[in-house]
């Protein structure tokens, strides 16, 4: 009897049975019983807590890949096993195997939703979110089954090009030498293509996609009729070159009106100057960046008590509440300046293109600072800078520690860091001794604080020295969490006391918790303010304890912290 006959024979693959059911009995005779076996393992681990609540969609994004990753590594270790051993295949399993690991599969995925449920619950309740209803758990499983099916089929796909090409290659030499050269030739052209065609493509329709988005008018963006903001009468830039964002950005904020009433005294009109990123022909960074400065001069900026440098994220976003902040604790008496330097939103810009955001926020510090230092020492107003999210990588990038900015600013705030903010990481690094990572202390707290709380501030409890810099950040904001490292290495703030908002039953597993904190990315700022990646009220807090404006007053920033809005 054939080998083939015998597997038929055994697996009750026969010519009687119906086309469709040999067919598919065949396909699933090559599935790896340990691939599957990780597989589950990891599909299981994905439901556990991470950092945010998730919906279905991400949810069954994340355990969907979870199983295939799981299931690719158990097929690639049964590969190398075989390969080392020289067999041409591994001992199948019996057939009663598989229905005790499809027994275990439905029973433990069932659990694992149900305590899915149950932590997804906790950590709402945690955040002040409602639970969601319970159609949200078939849809998770439903998106988790049709993701791990398509990734395992492409995974199948690649290992079938990969023997493929080891045959052919098996013609010429030895079939152990031809199975790493046709492993390893697929490896490089996989690379080669996701790295040159299919990104250029790719990244090509992205950034005329944005650029399309970037020339759109929100209904809260109106031109200016006050030559104080850019793109209103006599301004070096003109309204459509300032782009979605920066429309936004110059059109909004609290009037003299308003400003008055606040504070009790006649206000005067703040001025906010910006430069899109099709506002200088050469679209370069220094060339927006010097217009961006000239803007500031024009508009009497540098006559102002407080001149704040914003560095936007990647489409030009910057948040509302931190320049009303500082607009209503000066009455106005303010200039804020930025510029922008991609169509791109804020995550893309930071994955494909974050030197982009170094050189702009160089540029236009560095611009800035020079108009200002040009002026004789006592009329030179207060220098801060600030940045949320990648502006708060683009807003570091000047100095390269936090002792160059101590000594070029008068003050900086920056909310929401990223894992790839060198001075936050070094800072971080060099944490005193017994303060966690989610909110370390540096240096006795002389210079610099870590903020996740308005109560924070005072802490360490002792003199603070100016000027002072705040990172205003969440133990649960996955920005300033997720790292590759991720993948294999568990952090410090997984091995340390949780956050005040990061659930104790929140433990890192490999691969796993890379893909949660990732899926967490792409949900956070849909949390309540406090949490995730959302920086409001507390904002008003840091700025009142970095510039100690005169005649502020707690009780105003209380008063002030309901009247802040944050930019959609």
């Given at each position: 009897?054939?080998?083939?006959?015998?597997?038929?024979?055994?697996?009750?693959?026969?010519?009687?049975?119906?086309w469709f059911r040999?067919?598919?009995t065949?396909?699933?005779?090559?599935?790896?019983f340990?691939?599957v076996?990780?597989?589950?393992?990891?599909?299981?681990?994905s439901?556990?807590?991470?950092?945010?609540p998730?919906?279905?969609?991400?949810?069954?994004l994340?355990?969907?890949?979870?199983f295939?990753?799981?299931?690719?590594?158990?097929?690639?270790?049964s590969?190398?096993?075989?390969?080392m051993?020289?067999?041409?295949?591994?001992?199948?399993p019996?057939?009663v195997?598989?229905?005790?690991v499809?027994?275990?599969?439905?029973v433990?995925?069932?659990?694992?939703?149900?305590w899915?449920q149950r932590?997804?619950n906790e950590?709402?309740d945690?955040?002040?979110?409602?639970?969601?209803?319970?159609?949200?758990?078939?849809?998770?499983?439903a998106?988790?089954?049709?993701v791990a099916?398509v990734l395992?089929i492409?995974?199948?796909?690649?290992?079938a090009?990969?023997r493929?090409?080891?045959?052919?290659?098996?013609?010429f030499?030895?079939?152990r030498?031809?199975?790493?050269?046709?492993?390893?030739?697929?490896?490089?052209?996989?690379?080669s293509?996701?790295?040159?065609?299919?990104?250029r493509?790719?990244?090509?329709?992205?950034?005329?996609?944005?650029?399309?988005?970037?020339?759109?008018?929100r209904?809260n963006?109106?031109?200016p009729?006050?030559e104080l903001?850019?793109?209103?009468?006599?301004?070096?830039v003109?309204?459509?070159s300032?782009?979605r964002?920066?429309?936004?950005?110059?059109?909004?904020?609290?009037?003299?009106?308003?400003?008055?009433?606040?504070?009790?005294?006649p206000?005067?009109?703040?001025?906010?100057v910006?430069?899109?990123?099709?506002?200088?022909p050469?679209?370069?960074?220094?060339?927006n960046?010097?217009?961006?400065?000239?803007?500031?001069?024009?508009?009497?900026?540098?006559?102002r008590?407080?001149?704040?440098i914003g560095?936007?994220?990647?489409?030009?976003?910057?948040?509302?509440?931190t320049?009303?902040?500082?607009e209503?604790?000066?009455?106005?008496?303010?200039a804020?300046?930025?510029?922008?330097?991609?169509y791109?939103p804020?995550?893309?810009?930071?994955?494909?293109?974050k030197e982009?955001t170094?050189?702009?926020?160089?540029?236009?510090?560095?611009?800035?600072?020079?108009?200002?230092?040009?002026?004789?020492?006592?009329?030179?107003?207060?220098?801060?800078?600030?940045?949320?999210?990648?502006?708060?990588f683009?807003?570091?990038a000047?100095?390269?520690n936090?002792?160059?900015?101590?000594?070029?600013?008068?003050?900086?705030?920056?909310?929401?860091?990223?894992f790839?903010?060198q001075?936050?990481?070094?800072?971080?690094?060099?944490?005193?001794?017994?303060?966690?990572?989610?909110?370390p202390?540096?240096?006795?707290?002389n210079?610099?604080?870590f903020?996740?709380?308005?109560?924070d501030?005072?802490?360490?409890?002792k003199?603070w020295s100016?000027?002072?810099?705040?990172?205003l950040q969440?133990?649960?904001?996955?920005?300033?969490?997720?790292?590759?490292?991720?993948?294999?290495?568990?952090?410090?703030?997984?091995?340390?006391?949780?956050?005040?908002?990061?659930l104790?039953?929140?433990?890192w597993?490999?691969?796993?918790t890379?893909?949660?904190?990732?899926?967490?990315?792409?949900?956070?700022?849909?949390?309540?303010?406090?949490?995730?990646?959302?920086?409001?009220?507390?904002?008003?807090?840091?700025?009142?304890?970095?510039?100690?404006?005169?005649?502020w007053?707690?009780?105003?920033t209380?008063?002030?912290?309901?009247?802040?809005?944050?930019?959609?």
């Amino acid at each position: 009897m054939s080998a083939d006959a015998h597997d038929n024979k055994a697996t009750g693959d026969t010519d009687e049975q119906p086309w469709f059911r040999r067919e598919l009995t065949r396909y699933f005779r090559h599935f790896s019983f340990f691939g599957v076996v990780l597989g589950l393992v990891l599909l299981w681990a994905s439901t556990t807590p991470s950092l945010l609540p998730r919906g279905p969609l991400f949810q069954g994004l994340v355990s969907g890949g979870s199983f295939a990753i799981g299931y690719m590594v158990g097929a690639f270790l049964s590969w190398l096993v075989k390969f080392m051993t020289s067999r041409d295949s591994l001992p199948r399993p019996h057939r009663v195997l598989w229905w005790i690991v499809g027994v275990v599969a439905v029973v433990g995925s069932v659990l694992a939703f149900y305590w899915f449920q149950r932590w997804q619950n906790e950590i709402r309740d945690l955040m002040g979110m409602s639970h969601l209803p319970w159609t949200a758990y078939p849809i998770a499983v439903a998106v988790a089954i049709v993701v791990a099916i398509v990734l395992v089929i492409i995974g199948q796909l690649w290992g079938a090009l990969v023997r493929w090409l080891s045959r052919v290659l098996g013609r010429f030499i030895t079939g152990r030498i031809a199975a790493v050269i046709g492993f390893a030739v697929v490896v490089a052209v996989t690379i080669s293509v996701l790295n040159g065609v299919v990104a250029r493509e790719g990244m090509s329709a992205l950034n005329n996609a944005f650029a399309a988005a970037n020339d759109e008018t929100r209904p809260n963006s109106v031109r200016p009729t006050s030559e104080l903001r850019s793109g209103g009468p006599g301004s070096l830039v003109s309204w459509s070159s300032l782009g979605r964002e920066g429309r936004i950005v110059v059109s909004n904020g609290p009037s003299v009106q308003q400003l008055s009433e606040f504070n009790g005294s006649p206000a005067m009109e703040p001025i906010r100057v910006y430069a899109g990123l099709d506002s200088s022909p050469s679209q370069s960074f220094r060339a927006n960046a010097a217009l961006a400065a000239d803007e500031l001069v024009r508009t009497g900026g540098l006559r102002r008590k407080i001149v704040a440098i914003g560095s936007a994220t990647g489409s030009g976003w910057l948040n509302q509440a931190t320049m009303s902040s500082l607009e209503y604790m000066y009455n106005g008496d303010t200039a804020i300046v930025s510029m922008q330097y991609s169509y791109l939103p804020s995550w893309l810009s930071f994955v494909v293109d974050k030197e982009r955001t170094r050189q702009a926020g160089t540029a236009l510090f560095e611009a800035v600072d020079a108009r200002i230092r040009a002026l004789p020492e006592g009329e030179r107003p207060k220098l801060v800078v600030f940045g949320e999210s990648l502006g708060s990588f683009g807003g570091e990038a000047p100095f390269g520690n936090i002792n160059n900015v101590v000594a070029r600013t008068d003050g900086a705030l920056f909310s929401g860091p990223t894992f790839q903010n060198q001075i936050w990481a070094d800072l971080r690094g060099q944490r005193d001794k017994g303060s966690p990572e989610w909110l370390p202390i540096y240096d006795q707290g002389n210079s610099v604080r870590f903020v996740s709380r308005p109560g924070d501030l005072d802490r360490p409890a002792k003199p603070w020295s100016t000027p002072r810099v705040i990172y205003l950040q969440h133990a649960s904001d996955p920005i300033a969490w997720w790292s590759p490292s991720l993948l294999f290495r568990q952090p410090d703030w997984l091995k340390e006391k949780r956050g005040p908002d990061v659930l104790s039953s929140t433990h890192w597993i490999p691969v796993v918790t890379f893909l949660q904190v990732a899926a967490d990315m792409a949900v956070s700022d849909q949390v309540p303010d406090g949490h995730g990646h959302f920086y409001l009220k507390d904002i008003a807090n840091c700025w009142a304890a970095i510039l100690q404006p005169p005649g502020w007053t707690q009780a105003k920033t209380e008063a002030l912290r309901p009247l802040l809005r944050r930019s959609a």
